[in-house]
């Protein structure tokens, strides 16, 4: 049932990795995640560029998401070109060589018992 | 007042049943719920498929929601072709023979105090 | 600056009143909430169809949300021409005489710390 | 990779400010916060205007966004025309002078452990 689903391009107004954690790492761990399903039969390079209020943006990001897979990143883990700082408020704009489908979701455990978000970000052509 | 309303393919981003839970069951157990309202005189037969970050997708799985009704499903319960497993990141994309609402909700009881989300999924014709 | 913004039709996959809460009332009393913008100059006229999984729907509720007014409501408070009950899967459909903006929002209190869902809802002409 | 994306016309449906907090400040103080993305060359002049349900909308409160850059703010920061109040229900629309993209992002602290959502508001031309 291979098909192309979903935009090129999505947006997140809002990102931010939340500065502390209680609880196991790495379940419990306060992170900002990004997942991405790629229903279609080709592999989706996507690039990633992290946004703030007080200095020109970050990235690209490079990831792949391969055919007929999901992936599920957490912002912390991407290193390169520099790694992405926490307790800052940023923004991200992503675009694929394919149409995917984004959705935002965080883990905020700076507090005993975590608190969650999940959004499907803007999305675009 | 009967009428289609809604879309016939929709796209969860991020999907993931939180391996463990706290508190009485069946209320407070941690779940992915779909959930879709079907506002047309037609049932609506939808075919789900699980996508995965390290092997082909799963399904798919058959739902019936009736004509004018609601449906409310948790991923643990399907069990035709394979169980959904549970701690796993996944994706999901849904196909449905007329227009239906859907909208994505877990609960995730990992800890002593439960955390919700909810989401409209990416939704496509 | 008066304008409309919006849509006629929103629809609500997930819709559900937890069935106890924690906390004093009637703020952490838990409750699936609507929220309305009506940016426009001409008095919005609401019809709330709730749907079940297995009975016929309910309503319709008749609300009014004045011009260039918000209107919040939760769906506890409606009583005409039922009661809408609690600890009962739901979903609704609400059609507006003007576009107007709706949000759904619910507090569950179940548990000693409250949880919160927002979303918009799916919109349509 | 500078290029427009998003919308000039945002509604929120569901604003309000929790009443009170737990935890230290700022970091854990309860907020109801907007963000937004301007990824074009150009500043992005945006004005918000507060709807109530029982009075005439507030505003316009002036914000810009620089151009490639994020910019979040918490209501409570909002003090020209006036102070934007706790405890109540209110609705927002925002006008931008080049597309952009916000999110809503609210912290209830109200209890013990914090709450979140998130939600991409509707978005309109």
């Not at 229903?39 to 990831?63: H, I, M, N, Q, T």
């Not at 408020?89 to 905020?108: C, E, G, K, W």
Request: charged residues 30%.
């Amino acid at each position: 049932m291979s098909e192309e689903v979903g935009k090129r391009v999505w947006a997140v107004g809002d990102c931010r990795i939340p500065g502390w954690s209680h609880g196991p790492e790495p379940e419990m761990q306060s992170h900002e995640g990004l997942s991405f399903l790629n229903a279609s039969d080709r592999d989706a390079e996507l690039e990633l560029e992290v946004f703030f209020e007080d200095r020109d943006p970050a990235g690209p990001y490079d990831l792949t998401v391969p055919a007929r897979r999901t992936k599920h990143v957490r912002l912390n883990e991407l290193r390169d070109p520099e790694p992405v700082p926490a307790a800052t408020d940023m923004a991200l704009l992503i675009r694929s060589s394919v149409p995917v489908v984004a959705q935002q979701t965080r883990l905020d455990s700076r507090q005993a018992e975590n608190a969650l978000i999940s959004v499907i970000p803007y999305a675009s052509d």
